[in-house]
């Protein structure tokens, strides 16, 4: 069953028309990553799928089910983990207390896994979320997300204000999830390595859809490359 189809969304925000005529899928196995220029429409396009911001009209299909019309608890309930922008942890609860938040779902994921995979956490599972560094905010964003052992998980960019170095690293563990059969949709303004990992994108320009198509393709055009890094 494919993981995600979202078909004509129509999103509002009031009075202000946002997305218009987003289409998109995500197949099974997939990184798919969505890129485009601040204020584009990449996280209303998220929050559109997850039941946050509701579409005026389209459809969202999640594993072959109508979800359009969902709440984001009934979405995440069909398997869908959400990584919003800015991270969202508490900042007052300690790390471990931060993984007990979620409800977790059956899977290969659970605290133990989390910590051997983000052996950082595990040295600082006593210290508050406001103690962390941005990449380990990051890191427990994605870990807390994991705990519901999604089919599919939503990323708003993660790499945001993080170093090189760590932006490989939540790169990588993006990849092995998607090697563990965890379908992806990215958000990002990291053009070229978020293409580097993804099979295919989509780039959104004023709220409609603007290319789709390989990822590689897309890496190699290097003027709209440099246009859309430039725009970043
Ligand atoms: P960014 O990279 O800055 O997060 P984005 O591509 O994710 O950009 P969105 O956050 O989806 O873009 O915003 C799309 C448009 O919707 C922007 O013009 C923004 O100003 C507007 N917008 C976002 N949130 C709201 C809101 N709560 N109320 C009204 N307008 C909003």
């Given at each position: 069953m494919m993981p995600l189809k979202v078909e004509g969304l129509q999103t509002f925000y009031g009075k202000s028309h946002i997305l218009h005529n987003v289409g998109l899928t995500v197949n099974e196995g997939e990184i798919v990553v969505l890129l485009g220029r601040n204020g584009a429409g990449k996280t209303t396009t998220l929050r559109s799928i997850m039941g946050l911001?509701?579409?005026?009209?389209g459809h969202v299909k999640l594993f072959g089910i109508d979800?359009?019309?969902?709440?984001p608890y009934q979405v995440a309930g069909l398997g869908v983990g959400y990584v919003p922008e800015g991270r969202k942890?508490?900042?007052?609860?300690t790390v471990e207390d931060n993984l007990r938040v979620p409800v977790a779902r059956p899977g290969p994921w659970d605290t133990k896994r989390v910590f051997q995979t983000f052996p950082r956490l595990a040295e600082r599972r006593?210290?508050?979320?406001?103690?962390?560094s941005g990449g380990e905010q990051e890191m427990l964003s994605i870990a807390r997300a994991l705990l519901l052992n999604p089919k599919l998980l939503l990323l708003d960019e993660?790499?945001?204000?993080?170093a090189p170095l760590i932006v490989k690293e939540v790169f990588q563990i993006i990849q092995t999830m998607r090697k563990e059969g965890i379908s992806v949709l990215l958000v990002e303004q990291n053009v070229r390595v978020s293409l580097g990992i993804a099979d295919r994108a989509y780039v959104l320009d004023d709220g409609a859809i603007i290319y789709n198509g390989s990822a590689a393709e897309l890496a190699n055009d290097e003027e709209r490359v440099r246009s859309m890094a430039g725009a970043s």
């Open positions: 911001t509701p579409p005026r009209d979800a359009t019309r969902m709440s942890i508490f900042a007052n609860l006593d210290n508050r979320g406001r103690q962390l993660p790499s945001q204000g993080l």
